[in-house]
């Protein structure tokens, strides 16, 4: 079965430090994959998806950047976080054209 | 593109139905979708229905879709304490990422 993993699952930054946060699918081969960002416990906002190695589009213009250097490893990544990155940080697969689409546990970032 | 609106709260007493509405624009959608997030925890889906259906069953959950109105519902019967949180209605443009809405906060009351 597929399974979908988060790490870190919680995360304290200072402004301007850098980020890391890993997504990794297992049980599959080439999965789209997402990541969102969640203010507040609200809605969702897409960030960023990838539907092949080594391609990125961004939904949103921010200091925020994804990569995806193996199939089924998705990365989002800032070189320098600001107080406006706080939030739930999520990441999700979908297998091409399933019309199902799985998120994983989360992130949560606190930038201080 | 698609949007996709909800009302943003709800409440209910245990044991009665609940009900979620969620309107779209897109009415291209080939299936539409209903998500439950708990505190602290990701989405997880719930239940989809495709396009040329009407209805659709899965115990507590009724699905009914309205593609001439482009309206969605989620009917939850016999509401638990357990059902409380965050359900979020989505539709799909294609291979397209999925368009959510801001979701419904349901309440449980005992």
């Known amino acids: 079965s597929q399974t979908i993993h988060q790490w870190p699952a919680t995360l304290v930054q200072p402004v301007g430090s850098p980020l890391s946060l890993e997504c990794t699918v297992e049980?599959?081969?080439?999965?789209?994959l997402y990541w969102y960002r969640q203010a507040a416990g609200r809605g969702l906002q897409l960030l960023f998806y990838?539907?092949?190695?080594?391609?990125i589009s961004s939904e949103v213009p921010q200091n925020l950047s994804a990569s995806r250097p193996q199939d089924r490893q998705f990365i989002l990544s800032s070189k320098k976080l600001l107080l406006s990155d706080s939030g739930f940080y999520l990441c999700?697969?979908?297998?091409?054209?399933?019309?199902?689409?799985?998120f994983g546990p989360g992130t949560r970032l606190t930038v201080t | 593109g698609e949007d996709v609106e909800q009302s943003l709260f709800l409440s209910v007493r245990e044991g009665d139905s609940s009900v979620i509405n969620c309107t779209y624009t897109?009415?291209?959608?080939?299936?539409l979708y209903w998500y439950k997030q708990e505190p602290g925890a990701g989405l997880q889906l719930l239940t989809y229905?495709?396009?040329?259906?009407d209805m659709k069953q899965d115990q507590r959950l009724t699905v009914l879709l309205n593609k001439k109105d482009k309206h969605l519902s989620l009917r939850i019967a016999d509401t638990q304490t357990g059902d409380s949180a965050i359900y979020f209605c989505?539709?799909?443009?294609?291979?397209?990422?999925?368009?959510f809405g801001k979701g419904t906060r349901l309440s449980v009351i005992a």
């Open positions: 999700a697969w979908m297998v091409p054209y399933s019309y199902e689409q799985y």
């Open positions: 049980g599959t081969s080439n999965p789209n």
């Open positions: 990838s539907v092949g190695i080594g391609q």
């Open positions: 897109d009415s291209s959608s080939t299936y």
């Open positions: 229905i495709f396009s040329n259906m």
């Open positions: 989505a539709g799909d443009s294609g291979n397209t990422p999925l368009v």
